[in-house]
């Protein structure tokens, strides 16, 4: 026979409350809420996707321009950083919602492999940038035959 459990809507309730919480933490962090990001206001998502010779990251920056963008390599990871700058709101105008997200951002991107920091292409297209990172020739992958004896 099964055992028995109690139902508890208090502790599921709680769960739910706490998934909630971190899918809001991910994509929003509130200016000054932590101690370490005190300036950073939004995170914009990405893709990271790896083929045989590069890996290659998709960042969502809509509204910007490839100025407003900095992309570094510091050891294993890349870093896409920048500042989306909000309109100047006039005085005349009645605004009834502002849902733009505004200001700074930063992703640190923890890289799968080793890459050539020499061979990093960007491309920032209708509010997309595109980074290819070449892998390295150590981390390529090697297909090794196996003799048959």
């Not at 962090?29 to 300036?39: A, E, I, R, Y």
């Not at 206001?41 to 509204?63: C, F, L, M, N, S």
């Not at 920032?124 to 390295?136: A, F, H, R």
Request: hydrophobic share 35%.
């Amino acid at each position: 026979m099964k055992d028995l459990m109690m139902f508890d809507p208090l502790k599921d309730f709680l769960s739910m409350k706490d998934e909630i919480n971190r899918m809001f933490d991910r994509y929003f962090v509130k200016s000054g809420d932590n101690g370490q990001l005190p300036d950073i206001t939004w995170i914009p998502p990405i893709d990271v996707e790896e083929t045989k010779e590069e890996v290659i990251v998709k960042a969502e920056i809509p509204g910007m321009k490839k100025d407003d963008i900095k992309i570094s390599l510091q050891n294993d990871n890349l870093m896409i950083e920048g500042e989306k700058k909000q309109e100047k709101k006039s005085k005349s105008k009645n605004y009834h919602r502002i849902e733009r997200i505004f200001g700074k951002f930063k992703r640190v991107i923890a890289l799968p492999c080793e890459v050539k920091s020499d061979k990093v292409k960007a491309k920032y297209e209708n509010g997309l940038l595109t980074i290819n990172l070449s892998k390295s020739e150590e981390t390529k992958s090697v297909i090794i035959p196996v003799e048959l004896k």
